[in-house]
């Protein structure tokens, strides 16, 4: 009877002891790793929820709600931050941006606070002390429009290269136009590309020249290339680990940019294949600690045969998507590379430039719905965002069994009245960078008249009440990747004068930022795992000192981001 009785006093306690280990294991898997409390979240989920908490374990959102139904989840690990009240929201999503050449321009002379081109010319001759002769010098951000005062002598506008190349003899110069779509080159460097008086232009791009036909350092679009093949011949004659640990240092560069900005996702808007084999690369090894969507833009001939081999869908934990293609069907305004329907305003005899042959973009398109892929074609004037709905329109209707393409137009800047409602109608994306156009609103209505520019330059307001989305983004390095000064411009239409740019065209507050969040992540087909802060998403956030919903225009400009958190960690925190 004792032995009994002993037997079911042992067993009982065993029960008590699986059931309490049972329980306390049940309550260490529940447990959060991060706990979000005393805040003011707005989700931008469908039903536009707020919150005052969030949970998250492994990366994940796994609770949003109120501040007295998380301390279930509050173990002894867990990270506990008390908001004290401050705006959350789903982290930035950069749409369209050029991460690796933020991380160079990051490298590289930063132009972009040149007044004029004295200022210019000084910032390349310091550079030149530092650097050996033979060496490129590399700088972007210059622009004619914005030189006070104008260059003199110019040619439309551009200097001459004469005060550039006096300081310069030994090294060769580059430096890119703040649009990306011209660059300015020495005397040196134009040697070294064989330029000469009777060099011709080539097919989409200028070489622009002075009355007695001399080339006055200006390329532009296409024109770039022939300075651009030295230079990357140049960088090719380095040995490869050089140039991996290059890539290294750029991309780190541009992620802590980003990550203290608080953006958390990325389009890098085209990149070829061996560049996205280093991203893959730096994937696999975590040092992406920003989520990339790379555009693919490679030759045709590159893209029949290796697009299906470089499809990538959430790669590694969703740091790295690869599934568009980059294009591009014209230039950019500043330097009169947007193709117009009519000519520019301020140069009658020209139009802009098509810088691919429709034909072309025709069999990429063809491509891009054989593989699955999503074509996103830059095209900034009105002729140019025309022929892009053209190509559009043709496939979709070729290939009507083909669904959920999700085609975007790059910039959309300037649309004809005609084709605004088209983009909504064929199902287009409108990729569009807010900050362009009051950064650029001195010039815009010199180049397209004040006609054409209020019918339909940035017409955010349109495009939207037509039912089309807009993604929002800061082309990086072309403007600072800030998105606050980008929803600034995107719900004010104001320049940093406080000059107000056709104001009917403004987002609301809302619209602004889901042009910056669920919109994006919509773009890239990752709207069932970012985008908004709801159970099952990444713990994508970023915690800011202001409500960008509530606050005034002007304390929207002084907004700080406290936090920025990417897959449930903290990886910027301001002191």
């Not at 529940?30 to 005393?38: F, G, I, M, Q, S």
């Not at 390349?124 to 002769?133: F, G, M, W």
């Not at 002075?210 to 300075?227: M, Q, W």
Request: with cysteine.
């Amino acid at each position: 009877m004792d032995n009994i009785k002993t037997l079911v006093i042992t067993s009982f306690a065993f029960f008590l002891t699986v059931s309490f280990q049972g329980c306390k294991d049940a309550a260490m898997e529940n447990h959060a790793d991060l706990v979000l409390k005393n805040g003011n979240i707005v989700t931008i989920d469908a039903k536009n929820s707020t919150a005052q908490a969030i949970v998250i374990k492994n990366g994940k959102i796994i609770f949003v709600g109120l501040d007295k139904d998380v301390e279930n989840y509050i173990g002894s690990s867990t990270k506990v931050i008390d908001l004290g009240g401050k705006f959350v929201m789903p982290g930035f999503n950069d749409s369209h941006a050029h991460f690796l050449g933020l991380g160079e321009s990051l490298v590289n002379l930063d132009l972009r606070s040149a007044k004029n081109w004295d200022e210019v010319v000084a910032i390349v001759a310091d550079a030149v002390k530092k650097h050996k002769p033979g060496e490129w010098i590399i700088g972007r951000g210059w622009h004619q429009e914005k030189f006070n005062p104008a260059p003199n002598p110019n040619v439309n506008g551009y200097p001459i290269h004469n005060e550039l190349s006096k300081i310069s003899p030994e090294n060769p110069v580059m430096l890119s136009h703040a649009s990306g779509h011209a660059v300015f080159a020495n005397a040196k460097a134009m040697q070294l590309a064989g330029v000469i008086s009777s060099t011709v232009n080539p097919s989409g791009g200028t070489i622009v020249r002075d009355k007695s036909g001399n080339a006055i350092g200006v390329f532009e679009e296409n024109g770039e290339n022939l300075i651009r093949k030295v230079y990357d011949e140049y960088l090719a004659k380095r040995p490869p680990l050089e140039i991996e640990d290059h890539y290294r240092k750029i991309a780190k560069l541009a992620a802590d940019d980003c990550l203290k900005k608080g953006i958390t996702s990325c389009a890098d808007a085209g990149q070829p294949f061996d560049v996205i084999d280093v991203y893959r690369k730096l994937a696999s090894e975590e040092l992406l600690p920003v989520r990339i969507n790379v555009m693919v833009q490679d030759t045709y001939e590159k893209m029949s045969e290796k697009l299906p081999l470089y499809k990538l869908i959430g790669y590694e934990k969703g740091f790295l998507t690869v599934r568009s293609i980059k294009q591009y069907i014209d230039g950019a305004l500043g330097s009169r590379g947007a193709w117009l329907l009519e000519p520019y305003s301020d140069l009658p005899n020209h139009s802009g430039s098509n810088v691919t042959p429709i034909q072309e973009l025709k069999n990429i398109a063809e491509l891009a719905i054989k593989y699955g892929f999503q074509m996103r074609t830059h095209a900034i004037g009105d002729r140019g965002n025309r022929e892009v709905l053209n190509i559009y329109q043709e496939k979709f209707m070729q290939h009507p069994k083909a669904v959920n393409l999700r085609w975007a137009v790059e910039h959309a800047q300037h649309l004809s009245a005609q084709d605004i409602t088209r983009v909504a109608s064929l199902g287009v994306i409108a990729a569009m960078q807010s900050v362009h156009c009051t950064s650029d609103m001195g010039f815009v209505p010199e180049r397209l008249g004040n006609k054409r520019t209020e019918e339909g330059a940035y017409v955010w307001k349109k495009i939207i009440s037509s039912g089309a989305i807009i993604c929002n983004g800061t082309d990086a390095p072309v403007e600072d990747i800030n998105p606050i000064q980008c929803f600034y411009s995107a719900v004010t239409r104001k320049n940093e004068e406080g000059k107000t740019f056709y104001p009917d065209q403004k987002m609301t507050r809302l619209e602004a930022l889901k042009s910056y969040t669920v919109n994006g992540a919509h773009a890239s087909f990752e709207e069932d795992v970012k985008g908004a802060i709801e159970k099952g998403k990444y713990a994508d956030l970023v915690v800011l000192s202001n409500d960008l919903l509530k606050c005034t225009d002007e304390e929207i400009k002084n907004t700080k981001v406290l936090y920025t958190i990417v897959n449930g960690k903290v990886l910027f925190q301001s002191k």
